[in-house]
């Protein structure tokens, strides 16, 4: 039987697994966090995708998430709303996985 290589996320998850699943911060708010600051610019660049940058805005009732990419030179952007900016990336980051994210061209990019 193989072994699971070791690589840089699976011992990021490793310590994940320390963190208590209820608390201030959860378990999974804290893994959502960890693999958009550490992990997605590799998963978008392995899609064929150049992270831009992204934006947060608080619209009172939810949040708007605006990520912005390129793709073979052309710069375009996804639209996420949820309640918090947490919410937005968990969104995004199951829309990624599942491949429905909805790009559109970046009118002011």
Same mark, same amino acid.
């Given at each position: ?16 697994? %320390? ?9 999974? #708010? ?13 998963? $978008? ?9 992204? %934006?947060?805005?608080? #619209?009172?009732? %939810? ?29 995004? $980051? ?16």
């Amino acid at each position: 039987m193989a072994e699971t290589p070791i690589t840089y996320w699976n011992l990021v998850e490793d310590v994940l697994e %320390s963190i208590p699943e209820e608390g201030p911060l959860q378990r999974e #708010q804290v893994r959502i966090w960890a693999r958009w600051e550490l992990h997605l610019v590799n998963q $978008l660049e392995q899609r064929g995708f150049y992270y831009r940058g992204e %934006s947060v805005k608080d #619209q009172g009732w %939810s949040t708007l998430l605006v990520v912005k990419v390129a793709h073979e030179g052309t710069p375009l952007v996804v639209f996420v709303t949820e309640r918090t900016p947490t919410d937005c990336r968990r969104a995004f $980051l199951r829309m990624m996985d599942e491949g429905r994210l909805e790009f559109r061209e970046d009118k002011f990019g």
